[in-house]
């Protein structure tokens, strides 16, 4: 019903032109989705170039649906920047038609970017590959500080690539190579903390996590068959809670904004029923969709994420 009712404001979109004039926003130039995508090019481009991301603060983004004003302001973007793999439908559902003379440049689409399955087992080279098969991907890739590194030059190529910026070349990759040096000491830090790390079983609620599988060997047991579930199918929980219980996991990793809290709360009740003594609580991660809190950035909530990951993971 949400998808029809984007793909009806896409083919009303020429007339919402006419009516409307295309007032607003006028002074975005570059559009962006996810928080990831916002702040790698607003740190290149500084102050020279207005960028604004598509969601509002705090949006569940998965249910997000663009009014016609805001698709119109979109269309006027120099570029707008998004992850793909099924993320952001009303873009791709408009790249022959609002978006047709507007550069979209899809992340996941670029063959520098690893894409994972939700098992975390199986990489994929550009999802635009000739090889793409029916795979579903993790379209969590700025939560893997190796691929974030590749975003980075991804944005940074496609907005020299616009005639108009290109007086502030040297300015932009002066800023963009500083910010891949911090993006390159986070990853080694990432890596330093969790490769060798003795233990490596963490259980989630919302699963945005198959990278960290991929990149450190972390195996997630998920409460919920997917994350569109409200409830797991009490046979999994069950054999969850036990498997919590043996290995003395006394953390559920629940992710800020996403979580289903009623079904936290009862699997914490259980696992404590079962063993009293192994004091199971809620440790919350921040997978970074959108909202980010003021006086934070992409860095500090990563490096929370990580100490997070040490408690979970009982690493000194």
Partial sequence: ??????????????????????????????????????????????DKVKVESIYPASVEIHEYEPSAKKLIAMSKAELIFYIGEGLEPFIEDGLSSTFKNTKCVKITSYSTIKLVNYAGSHSHIGSDSDNADETSFDPHVWLDPDSMEEMANIILSNILSIDKYKDYEQEFKTNANYLITKI?????????????????????????????????????????????????????????????????????????????????????????????????????????????????????????????????????
């Fill in 184 to 316: 390159q000491d986070l990853a080694l830090l990432y890596h330093q903390t969790l490769d060798s790390s003795p233990k490596k079983l963490i259980i989630v609620d919302h699963d945005a996590y198959a990278y960290w599988t991929y990149r450190y060997n972390i195996e997630r047991i998920s409460l919920r068959g997917d994350n569109e579930s409200s409830d797991p199918n009490s046979k999994d929980l069950i054999e969850t809670i036990n498997l919590a219980v043996n290995n003395k996991i006394k953390y559920i990793l629940a992710t800020k904004y996403e979580s289903q809290e009623s079904l936290i709360k009862s699997y914490i009740k259980q696992v404590n029923e079962k063993d009293p003594d192994l004091g199971c609580t809620a440790l919350y991660l921040d997978n970074l969709e959108t909202y980010v809190p003021e006086g934070e950035d992409y860095f500090s909530i990563m490096e929370n994420n990580l100490d997070i990951l040490k408690l979970a993971l009982e690493i000194e």
């Fill in 1 to 46: 019903m949400k998808r029809g009712l984007i793909i009806l404001i896409l083919f009303l979109f020429p007339f919402c032109f006419l009516a409307t004039g295309c007032k607003d926003s006028e002074d975005v130039e570059i559009y962006t989705t996810v928080y990831a995508l916002d702040f790698i090019t607003k740190s290149i481009v500084g």
